[in-house]
């Protein structure tokens, strides 16, 4: 699978498509991120959080619901488009490392909901067990839904997380992926079982190790973002 690092990719003929942003300040927060020697309170507080919202706003670019309306400006009427607030941005962090990296997307968007789903991955097998399930009984039909997880590295806990989407009636055009760092264990995973499903990263690094973990990465996100 070939990404490019400054365009949407698509990999085969199933829409399956990772975007990793140009932005010179997406590259600085990954940069912040990626250094051992950040505290936490910068690790989280601003790399984790503005990584999120940058990624966010390229994400969303032509994926916003708009409404064109006429209003009074201090000179006179003009008509203007903007987003519609009736129909918010679902934002569905995988904590815990989802919450810090999903903190500042709320302030681009008029108007969100946020769903938080918890899992955890087993150390030995590294398979993925939900503790926390927060989703909504049924999407809306039609929302857009911004799923949260900063680490992409063998892809079993999004790609479980995508199936609880599913199962509560999220349709895979109605998906988009936002996370830190990915690798092409998880993509390839992804790409097999979501096709059309699109993923926005900050990074793209090539190999994951026995424990699970991308190198060079950045560590074990959570850890960092909450200094245990």
């Known amino acids: 699978m070939e990404i490019a690092n400054h365009s949407a990719t698509a990999a085969g003929m199933n829409g399956f498509k990772v975007v990793v942003p140009p932005h010179p300040l997406i590259n600085h927060w990954v940069s912040v991120l990626r250094d051992q020697d950040t505290p936490t309170h910068a690790f989280t507080g601003s790399a984790m959080g503005e990584l999120g ?53 709320t302030s681009i968007f008029p108007s969100t909901r946020t769903f938080h789903l918890g899992m955890a991955r087993d150390e030995m097998t590294l398979q993925p067990s939900v503790y926390l399930n927060r989703l909504p009984d049924r999407f809306p039909k039609g929302c857009h839904i911004l799923l949260v997880d900063p680490m992409l590295a063998t892809g079993g806990t999004v790609a479980a997380a995508v199936d609880l989407l599913k199962e509560h009636g999220a349709e895979i055009s109605q998906i988009k992926i936002i996370s830190a760092v990915a690798a092409p264990p998880a993509l390839k995973k992804l790409n097999e079982r979501f096709p059309g499903i699109c993923v926005y990263t900050g990074a793209m690094d090539q190999t994951v190790n026995e424990k699970g973990f991308i190198v060079p990465g950045l560590g074990d996100a959570g850890d960092r973002s909450y200094g245990t």
């Open 53 to 105: 919202r940058l990624l966010a706003y390229e994400a969303t670019r032509d994926w916003l619901p708009t409404a064109i309306r006429e209003i009074q400006t201090p000179m006179g009427k003009a008509v203007v488009k903007s987003v519609n607030p009736v129909e918010p941005i679902m934002i569905v962090p995988i904590l815990r490392a989802g919450l810090a990296l999903a903190e500042l997307m």
